[in-house]
Nanobody, 125 residues
């Protein structure tokens, strides 16, 4: 059974940093695509950063220049370094994954088959 487990959320003040981690276990895919979504209270879930099976990365405009996605393929681990956080970044953050190759970073929720339980990020002003 594939499991996705996030960690690293917490509470910080504006301008602070957090590093989220995500470990995927129970699968044997050699190529895969992963990403981070978030959902703020009363809002729809949105993709913020994604990485494709060739290592290409992409970010949504609200986080460009502040967030960095990276991975350690040997450990099936995904990271999200979040710097210069603002209150608008407050949300539950979800790690997502899909097995197999993908030609580009994916921000469509329906294309990810595996989701973590989420980790809360709270940014106060």
């Amino acid at each position: 059974k594939v499991q996705v487990m996030e960690s690293g959320g917490g509470s910080v003040h504006s301008g602070g940093s957090l590093r989220l981690s995500c470990v995927v276990s129970g699968w044997t895919y050699r190529r895969y695509c992963m990403g981070w979504f978030r959902q703020a209270a009363g809002k729809e879930r949105e993709g913020v950063a994604a990485i494709d099976s060739d290592g290409h990365k992409s970010y949504r405009d609200p986080v460009k220049g502040r967030f960095t996605i990276s991975n350690d393929k040997a450990k099936n681990t995904l990271f999200l370094q979040m710097d210069n956080l603002i209150p608008e970044d407050t949300a539950m953050y979800y790690c997502v994954a899909r097995g197999g190759a993908c030609g580009r970073p994916i921000f469509s929720r329906s294309q990810y088959e595996f989701w973590g339980q989420g980790t809360q990020v709270t940014v106060s002003s």
